[in-house]
């Protein structure tokens, strides 16, 4: 059995093999890591109101939202939040939270004295900061509905039913069973 001995590398083998090197790790010093000083493509998914996507016919009040933010990038957290909440998309003429330095995605109440009116409509909107300063865009308009509050909000209601006569009492309180023996018993109310 021959054993070859290995030989060196040549000089020139040796100069593509560092310049390889420097040049794999100066593509690996441009690609990000981490969150750290790279922009974070921030995004906003799975908007929810109540836990529920589009909710009808809600209460109006405790109202509570949430989100799901997303970046393609490692180590990205949410350091603040801005809600908006119009009757149109893009309207604030109910609510605008102002930045509120918070990392809370879930279960984000809307401000108990902002009264709601009834069987209407309602528009929302959040966007986030991370924690190097960039802002996502708006978040896709989520929407809610408020139900009938009160009972006067169900006056003049014109409701489904059918026709509908008062029962005989009678009929229901005197009668005659004859059960299978034959014998007969009466009742009467």
Request: proline share 6%; charged share 15%.
């Amino acid at each position: 059995m021959c054993i070859k001995p290995i030989s060196p590398l040549s000089i020139l083998q040796q100069h593509a093999i560092g310049w390889l090197a420097l040049f794999g790790f100066s593509l690996l010093a441009l690609c990000p890591v981490s969150a750290q000083g790279t922009p974070s493509s921030l995004a906003i998914e799975r908007t929810a109101t109540n836990g529920q996507v589009n909710p009808l016919g809600i209460p109006a009040g405790n109202i509570s939202f949430s989100w799901a933010a997303t970046s393609p990038n490692r180590g990205v957290i949410q350091q603040a939040y801005q809600i908006r909440v119009g009757t149109g998309v893009g309207l604030q003429d109910i609510w605008d939270s102002g930045e509120i330095a918070s990392a809370r995605q879930v279960d984000v109440t809307l401000p108990s004295n902002i009264q709601l009116a009834p069987a209407t409509r309602y528009y929302w909107q959040v966007k986030i900061r991370d924690g190097n300063g960039q802002a996502s865009d708006w978040s896709e308009a989520a929407w809610f509905e408020t139900g009938l509050l009160t009972e006067s909000d169900w006056a003049g209601a014109d409701w489904i039913t059918r026709p509908v006569q008062s029962p005989n009492i009678a009929d229901w309180t005197n009668g005659q069973l004859t059960p299978k023996d034959g014998n007969k018993v009466k009742f009467t109310g």
